[in-house]
């Protein structure tokens, strides 16, 4: 028995069309699953079902804004439209606005809360009926440092990543009866088009990642897929609630 085979599981990837997301889409397909891309740009979405095809398993690319509750709605159904059933959420479409708390409006602290918290909670809203439905399920969120600590330029998206954690566990407590296991991934500094802007924005930021992160290096996307595969698969099976950072030891170094 393999405990990592994901083979016949269905699962969704919000903002699967770059980055984190990808990484963890084509961890998944290398796994067996069948995965669906989800994001708002069409085009970036076929591209990145293409990528993760290579991998022989069944993809789909479907237009979804996390912040929009009929959108979520809509691709949990039309995933299940498809597939019969969906297995495995990945809650990770994100967004930021870098600048200092004071001068945020409540248009921009809305659309971080909307996208980075609402729209993981109402995916898993959308998806919980189909996941008990099927004998249980695997919900993955993506928190992030920001989930443990500050950053000045960061206020909407550090209240966002915690509350990702606090939902978490309460979504464990809640649905660990229906077989469905809830866990969080806190990635560290990653090399995404996020963090390229961030390079951009916040001064001296590449140095003090490398500084302090022991491994000594930025991560990359496929750093995630591993334990993507291990919360998506049934080598995690009592495992619910937790919170696990992949950041080459940034979170244990003082
Ligand atoms: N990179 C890091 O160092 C790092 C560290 C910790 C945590 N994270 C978290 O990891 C996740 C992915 O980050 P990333 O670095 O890979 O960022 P990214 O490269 O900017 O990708 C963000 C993804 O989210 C999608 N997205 C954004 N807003 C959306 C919305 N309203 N509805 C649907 N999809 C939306 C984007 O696709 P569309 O634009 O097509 O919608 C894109 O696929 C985020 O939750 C982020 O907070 C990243």
């Known amino acids: ?43 970036r979405n076929l591209e990145a079902a293409r990528a993760v095809a290579a991998f022989k398993v069944s993809t789909a690319a ?23 059933r969906l297995d495995i959420l990945v809650n990770n479409a994100g967004t930021t606005v870098r600048k200092q708390p004071e001068t945020y409006t409540l248009a921009e602290w809305n659309k971080v809360i909307d996208t980075n918290l609402n729209g993981a909670f109402l995916c898993a809203h959308a998806a919980y009926p189909h996941m008990k439905n099927g004998g249980g399920g695997k919900i993955i969120n993506i ?78 996307p496929k750093d995630l897929a591993g334990v993507a595969v291990f919360l998506a698969s049934g080598a995690s099976g009592f495992v619910t609630g937790a919170a696990i950072p992949v950041d080459g030891g940034y979170s244990s170094q003082v």
């Open 1 to 43: 028995m393999n405990l990592f085979d994901l083979n016949a599981r269905v699962a969704v990837v919000t903002g699967g069309n770059a980055g984190i997301g990808l990484g963890i889409a084509k961890g998944l397909a290398a796994a067996g699953a069948a995965v669906v891309i989800a994001g708002r740009r069409p085009e």
């Open 62 to 84: 479907l237009e979804v804004d996390v912040s929009n509750e009929a959108s979520c709605r809509a691709m949990v159904e039309n995933t299940v439209g498809r597939f019969g």
């Open 143 to 220: 928190g992030s440092m920001m989930s443990i600590f500050g950053a000045s330029y960061a206020a909407a998206y550090a209240a966002s990543k915690g509350g990702i954690v606090q939902m978490t566990k309460a979504l464990a407590c809640a649905w660990a009866k229906d077989n469905i296991q809830v866990n969080a991934i806190l990635p560290g500094w990653i090399d995404t088009p996020l963090t390229q802007s961030a390079l951009r924005e916040v001064p001296g930021l590449n140095e003090r990642v490398l500084a302090r992160t022991p491994a000594g290096r930025w991560g990359e």
